[in-house]
Each structure stands twice: as C-alpha cells, then as structure tokens.
C-alpha cells in the first residue's frame, strides 16, 4: 500500500511523513525532494525557468513512476505529496488508483504560524506576497474542496506535534 500525505504548504507533510516511515519500519519518498534531486534543480528554479505547468508535468511524471514502481511493494511506501499534487486531475487519479490519501488538514492560523517559523523562499506560490496570511487563505479558498474530496483519511493537526499526527495515522489506517 501507498500511503501519501497530502495538505497545505507549511501543514507538516514531510516531517510526518518522515515520522510515520520510522514509526513503520516504510520506505518514505518525497515527492518535491524526488523531483529536485532527480532535476538538479530546486522547485524555486523549476517554477522561475519553465512555470508552473511544467513543474505540475513533473509532479504527474514522478508520481506515476513512483506509483508503479512501488504498488506491489512488500511494505508499505509513505509518500509525501506537495501542496498542489492533488490539484492536477490526472495526479489525483493516480492516488485515487494507487494509494491511500492522508490529508493533514490545518487552520490557516496555524499554516501561517508554521511558513513563518519554516520559511516560505523555496515556495514559490508564496516566495514574494506582502500579505502571507491573505495569499494562503485565498490559495485555501480555492483548494479547500480538492483537498476533502482527494482524500481517505483527514486528519486535523493543529496544536499536535508531528508524532502525534503519524499515530493518528496508524490508527486511522488499521
Ligand atoms: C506547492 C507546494 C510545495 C511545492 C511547490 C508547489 C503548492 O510543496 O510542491 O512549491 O502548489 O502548494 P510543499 O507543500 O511541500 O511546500
């Protein structure tokens, strides 16, 4: 089985992803990690040299190897999305084939708290706003629904720490 954690930017996928394969004894793979190291290039220099549709491209490219790639594995595979995975129909058809879909579903107050203490220059959706607040409540207006209807499992993570979230995962999957 496939488990990939999906959410918002600063809702703590990877390092819960990261959590959840130690807790496990799992593969873990990172998606935006995968494709950097794969490109040579950071998501930053992928979205500022080709845009966004490309970068979408390889997200779709990489999510399909992987998930063919590890479907049949012996263990399970935790795979942390990025943010806008789920947003690319054709991505979300291959979760909804493929894997069992997490999302970690935080509070915008909470996403803020987190891009602040995590940095936002390797997020290029957000790398230059004025208003961090107001661009991550109006990306969330316009993702909140995909991010319900793409997932198995939701998990709220506000106030828990990442240890807590993975056994709320572990519960929830058995
Ligand atoms: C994105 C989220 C990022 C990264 C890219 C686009 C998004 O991943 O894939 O900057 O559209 O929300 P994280 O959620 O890991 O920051």
Do not use: W
């Not at 790398?127 to 207006?141: E, F, W």
């Amino acid at each position: 089985m496939i488990v990939a954690l999906s959410g918002f930017m600063g809702c703590g996928k990877s390092h819960v992803a990261a959590c959840l394969a130690k807790k496990t004894e799992c593969f873990f793979f990172d998606l935006d990690d995968t494709i950097q190291m794969e490109e040579g290039l950071s998501v930053s220099e992928i979205f500022a040299q080709q845009g966004e549709a490309s970068f979408r491209l390889l997200e779709y490219e990489y999510l399909d190897r992987i998930t063919s790639d590890y479907r049949d594995f012996p263990t399970d595979i935790i795979l942390s999305l990025g943010g806008g995975t789920v947003l690319t129909e054709q991505c979300a058809a291959l979760l909804k084939k493929n894997a069992t879909c997490v999302y970690l579903r935080a509070s915008i107050d909470e996403l803020v708290r987190n891009l602040e203490i995590v940095g936002i220059e390797n997020r290029p959706l957000l790398a230059g706003t004025s208003d961090l607040r107001q661009s991550v409540a109006d990306l969330m207006a316009q993702r909140s629904t995909t991010y319900e209807k793409t997932a198995d499992i939701v998990i709220d993570v506000d106030g828990l720490d990442f240890d807590t979230v993975a056994d709320r995962i572990i519960e929830s999957l058995n």
